[in-house]
């Protein structure tokens, strides 16, 4: 009966060791500030005391199961872990800088060492970011300019979160490009698709991109068939497109025979296609003589002849 007794009494004592132990809080603890606290990490501790510096903001840390017990055991906790694999991810919030947020500081430097207004910015394929703390300014200050007119080339010195303890120090290196103001498509465009008003605007284009066969007006593109498939916000190549054709080939026309003031009109045969403007070979149906003639509408052309031909027409 003692040794019942006894064993029930050991129970019983596990069991309130085992309730008033202390658990992880989570797997992963996430921080505003630079202090980890011990009620950051376990639960049932009721203690505001710092037990670990936070990694930097935006930044993971890992607090491996050694780390845990020694935390426990300088702070009189009964932690035990539950197995081998026990572990903390300790996360830092923080404020993230793009680079979006840089260019308007790093554009002002720039030009005030000569960069013109219309000139691009190519800080290559890297992605440029950074976190400070939550309670840090979003200043972004240049301390350092060097820029070579000649070639672009720059590398600037930034300082992000200005004058706050977790202020962090940024080179950005690059190079400048010239640019010219093109026409561009709003929307894909289908092959035989004519290009209308509404499918056009400006941009700035990097020079090296506008290629001498670009069409740099917006009138010569509106009112243009494309070719082949015409992509999206990109310029357009004067052989990507061609006039719209108003006159097929075999079909029938009105042929205007004009000589001065005089001006007659005859039915004829186109034997070529053309747009307007386009000199064509058209076959007159009354006299069956072909006869070269310049495109002025649909299915219409014009042809000039001297007076004594007007007459025998």
């Keep these: 009966m003692k040794r019942l007794s006894l064993l029930v009494a050991v129970g019983f004592a596990a069991l309130a060791a085992s309730a008033s132990a202390q658990t992880l809080r989570s797997d992963l603890v996430v921080v505003e500030g630079d202090i980890v606290r011990l009620s950051d990490i376990f639960d049932g501790a009721n203690s505001d005391r710092p037990v ?86 979003g200043d972004i200050d240049v301390r350092q300019v060097q820029y070579d007119r000649m070639t672009g ?39 035989g698709e004519t290009i209308k008003a509404a499918d056009v605007e400006m941009v700035q284009v990097r020079d090296d991109n506008a290629r001498r066969d670009l069409i740099a007006s917006p009138e010569k593109l509106i009112g243009q068939v494309a070719r082949q498939r015409l992509r999206e916000r990109e310029p357009v190549r004067e052989s990507d497109v061609r006039p719209v054709t108003l006159v097929a080939r075999n079909a029938s026309v009105t042929i205007l025979l ?31 003589r072909q006869l070269e003639a310049l495109v002025v509408g649909p299915d219409t052309v014009a042809v000039q002849i001297g007076p004594r031909l007007a007459a025998l027409k």
Excluded at 52 to 79: F, K, M, T, Y
Excluded at 100 to 119: C, K, T, V, Y
């Design 52 to 137: 670990l510096r936070a990694p930097a903001p935006g930044r993971r840390v890992a607090v491996e199961i050694q780390q845990l017990s020694d935390i426990a055991r300088a702070n009189n906790l009964a932690w035990r872990p539950q197995t081998r694999f026990d572990r903390v991810l300790i996360e830092r919030l923080g404020r993230t800088v793009e680079m979006s947020d840089i260019l308007p500081a790093l554009r002002q430097a720039l030009a005030l060492e000569g960069m013109r207004a219309s000139d691009e910015i190519d800080v290559g394929s890297r992605a440029l970011s950074l976190a400070l703390p939550l309670d840090a300014p």
């Design 153 to 191: 080339r720059f590398t600037v010195t930034l300082i992000a979160g200005g004058s706050h303890p977790g202020a962090q120090r940024l080179t950005v290196q690059g190079r400048t490009l010239a640019t010219a103001r093109l026409p561009v498509l709003r929307r894909a465009i289908g092959t």
């Design 258 to 288: 004009q000589s001065g003031n005089l001006s007659l009109s005859v039915q004829g045969r186109a034997v070529e296609e053309g747009a307007r403007g386009d000199a064509i070979r058209v076959v007159n149906a009354a006299s069956n």
